[in-house]
C-alpha cells in the first residue's frame, strides 16, 4: 500500500513565492538604509526671522525746463513780375560740347624738328672683377692697373685689420664665424650700399660698421666714365678659448 500526501500540506510548495517577497523586502531595507541621512541637531539654528516692512521710496518729479520749439519760417512772398508780350526776352542756348563720329578730326603733322630727345644719363654698376679701371685708393696713385688693383684689396685689408674691433657680447655669448660684406663705391667715390650676411646680427653690424669708414677714392671708370663699382670682402670673427 503506498503513501499518498496531501498537496496542501506540502511545505515546499510555495518555498520560490517566500524567496521573492524575501528578497524584495531586504532589497526595500537595504535602499532605505543606504538613503537615510543624519544630521548633527547642535549645527542647526533655531533662529527667529523677523520680517520688516517693505519700504518704497517716492522718486521726486524732476521738472526739465525744454526751450520751446523754434517758430516756423515767415513765408516767403513771391514777386511776380508780369511781362508785356510786345517785349522780348533773351534767352540763354547753351551747345552741347559731346562730339559724334561724324565730326572730322583735325590732323596734325609732327615735323621731326619738334621733337626734343632729352639725354638721361643712367648710372652704371659695374663689379670689380670687370671693371676697366678700378677705383683707386688713397696711397695707390700713379700705378699701373694691374697694381692699382693689388694695391686697391691690399689697403681694403689692411684698414679691416686696422679697424677692427670684436664686439663684447659676441664674446660673451661665444659667437663666432664669417661676415661677407657687399659695398658699392658710388661714381664720386664714397662709399655706399653697404650690406652683409653672417651668422649673427651683432657681427653684420659690426662688419658694416668696419666697412663705412672707408675713406673717399677715386671713383672707377669705365670708357673714360665714373661709374659705381661692387666689391665684395670677407671679414672673419673667430676668438681663441683658453
Known amino acids: 500500500m503506498s503513501i499518498r500526501k496531501n498537496p496542501q500540506m506540502d511545505i515546499g510548495r510555495n518555498s520560490s513565492i517566500y524567496f521573492a517577497i524575501g528578497l524584495n523586502l531586504m532589497l526595500l531595507l537595504t535602499w532605505r538604509l543606504l538613503e537615510y541621512k543624519s544630521y548633527d541637531k547642535a549645527n542647526i539654528s533655531l533662529d527667529v526671522l523677523n ?10 518729479v524732476v521738472n526739465v525746463n525744454t ?10 512772398s513771391e514777386n511776380i513780375q508780369i511781362v508785356d508780350d510786345v517785349k522780348e526776352v533773351e534767352e540763354t542756348v547753351i551747345e552741347s560740347s559731346e562730339t559724334n563720329q561724324t565730326e572730322a578730326i583735325a590732323e596734325r603733322v609732327v615735323k621731326v624738328a619738334e621733337v626734343k630727345v632729352a639725354q638721361v ?8 672683377a670687370v671693371i676697366e ?8 696713385e700713379g700705378l699701373s692697373k694691374s697694381e692699382t688693383k693689388d694695391c686697391f684689396q691690399r689697403k681694403v ?5 686696422k679697424n677692427f674691433r670684436y664686439p663684447e657680447t659676441a664674446l660673451e655669448m661665444g659667437i663666432q664665424g664669417r661676415v661677407s660684406v657687399i659695398f658699392m663705391i658710388d661714381s664720386k667715390g664714397y662709399t655706399t650700399n653697404v650690406r652683409s650676411r653672417g651668422p649673427d646680427k651683432i657681427l653684420e653690424a659690426e662688419a658694416e660698421r ?15 666714365k665714373p661709374v659705381k663699382v661692387s666689391y665684395a670682402v670677407p671679414i672673419f670673427f673667430k676668438f681663441q678659448e683658453g
Open 51 to 60: 520680517m520688516e516692512a517693505e519700504v518704497e521710496t517716492d522718486i521726486p
Open 67 to 76: 526751450p520751446p520749439p523754434p517758430p516756423p519760417p515767415a513765408a516767403l
Open 121 to 128: 644719363e643712367e648710372e652704371v654698376e659695374v663689379a670689380f
Open 133 to 140: 679701371d678700378v677705383p683707386v685708393f688713397p696711397g695707390c
Open 157 to 161: 685689408q689692411e684698414h679691416v685689420v
Open 210 to 224: 668696419i666697412i663705412s669708414l672707408l675713406p673717399k677714392m677715386q671713383p672707377g671708370k669705365q670708357r673714360g
